[in-house]
């Protein structure tokens, strides 16, 4: 039975809703379709975790190296230095060149242009990127942009329309 559907066919519907409904694969996983909130959430987690082994890793590798009397100025410039770096390049080069992070790869999820399903730019995925941290940090913004990714069709946060963007299921 299976062996003869092809690429339109409702597998669904072929299987009937008493066969085996495990096997059916849901329309939000299918390629294209909008990355559920949920798969999102736990991306974001994934690279908070590498985020903070990155940049705190090696820090405290740096204090643990240098004498107490000049730990503080050297670890002060360090960390100056490394957290903007990785905070400027770790997501938005990701997005910009294999359309996600590591937590959006895992979990089969990519960064397009809402357009024509490209890969956005570096600028793009930078302001995508930049503005997504200002509505973390401010309250007011993290409700909104919930509540315009709850809302939206494409599942599309405030950060994602601002440079029209949008986070779908990617081919396995």
């Known amino acids: 039975m299976i062996g003869r559907l092809s690429s339109g ?3 669904a519907a072929d299987l009937g809703s008493s066969s085996l409904p495990w096997m059916v694969a849901s329309s939000r996983s299918l390629p294209g379709s ?4 949920m798969r999102r959430c ?6 908070l975790v590498i985020a903070v082994s990155v940049v705190l890793g090696p ?25 903007p770096a990785f905070l400027l390049l770790y997501s938005p080069l990701s997005v910009s060149r294999w359309g996600g992070t590591v937590g959006k790869r895992l979990l089969h999820m990519e960064v397009v242009r809402d357009a024509d399903g490209g890969r956005l730019s570096y600028g793009a995925a930078l302001v995508r990127h930049l503005s ?5 940090a401010v309250p007011v913004f993290v409700v909104a942009n919930a ?6 069709s494409k599942r599309q946060g405030l950060h994602d329309r601002l440079v029209a963007s949008r986070v779908v299921m990617r081919g396995r």
Do not use: C, E
Not at 59 to 83: F, Q, T
């Open 9 to 11: 066919d409702d597998l």
């Open 34 to 37: 909008p990355g559920d909130v």
């Open 42 to 47: 736990v991306a974001v987690s994934i690279d």
């Open 59 to 83: 820090l405290i590798a740096l204090d643990r190296l240098l004498p107490d009397s000049s730990a503080d100025g050297v670890w002060l410039v360090a960390a100056a230095m490394w957290a």
């Open 132 to 136: 997504n941290l200002v509505m973390v």
């Open 147 to 152: 509540t315009a990714a709850g809302l939206s």
